[in-house]
């Protein structure tokens, strides 16, 4: 079957970083996205990711590796704001988007 | 600006009473998504339109049916809600399939009584 881990909860210091880990297993491939939700709002893109490697978008940067199914969302400098879950979603061969259940990450100040 | 638009934001219904909801946008894309999300689980895709085209995931319930009229209206019909149909319903866009970015609309939260 297909699925998507990733941690349910994770807790972060204000003007810290945070990884946030997925890990993907689906029939083919064919990128991976992030979005970020605010608790009662819908999710925002954040990031696609579809080669491997880094990259960088202002504090937030994703990182992909096709060969361990692996990416993970990189936040510097967490703002209070950045309180939010944030959903890692793998594009399989029939480019349907095989959702995770997010992440909850809680800045304390 | 160019947005999604849903309404309402929060609707009640009683159990067993139709419901429709209602997705519009205007950033003119070409396939819209409705999905259900119950708290800190992921998104269920219910259908999806690419143009008029209609696809129904094989796991929505014969209770949700969807209508697009046009390229900017996209409606989810609830025919019989029941307890276990509260959630929150989103409305998505993208310009084409896949690999495109979605744009998610405010969500309509559908309570059940």
């Known amino acids: 079957g297909q699925n998507i881990d990733q941690p349910t909860e994770m807790t972060a210091t204000e003007g810290a970083i945070v990884q946030i880990n997925c890990t993907y297993q689906?029939?083919?491939?064919?990128?991976l996205f992030w979005y970020q939700q605010h608790a009662g709002e819908a999710p925002t893109f954040l990031s696609y990711?579809?080669l491997d490697g880094l990259e960088e978008k202002g504090r937030f940067s994703s990182f992909l590796s096709r060969s361990k199914g692996y990416s993970y969302l990189l936040l510097k400098e967490l703002q209070m704001k950045d309180s939010a879950s944030y959903l890692c979603?793998?594009?399989?061969?029939?480019?349907?988007?095989?959702w995770g259940a997010g992440t909850k990450l809680i800045i304390k100040p | 600006d160019a947005m999604v638009i849903q309404n309402p934001r929060y609707q009640v219904t009683q159990f067993g009473k139709p419901v429709t909801l209602s997705c519009s946008q205007t950033?003119?894309?070409?396939?819209m998504y409705w999905y259900q999300q119950k708290s800190s689980q992921a998104p269920k895709l219910l259908f999806h339109?690419?143009?008029?085209?209609?696809?129904n995931e094989a796991d929505t319930p014969d209770n949700f049916q969807s209508r697009r009229p046009n390229t900017s209206f996209c409606f989810l019909d609830i025919r019989s809600p029941g307890l276990g149909d509260a959630a929150m319903y989103l409305c998505?866009?993208?310009?084409?399939?896949?690999?495109?970015?979605?744009?998610f609309g405010p969500g309509t939260r559908l309570t059940v009584t």
């Open positions: 950033l003119n894309h070409n396939v």
């Open positions: 689906t029939s083919g491939f064919n990128g």
């Open positions: 990711n579809v």
């Open positions: 979603a793998a594009l399989d061969s029939n480019y349907q988007l095989i």
């Open positions: 339109y690419y143009d008029k085209d209609f696809n």
């Open positions: 998505a866009t993208s310009r084409e399939g896949g690999v495109y970015e979605q744009y």
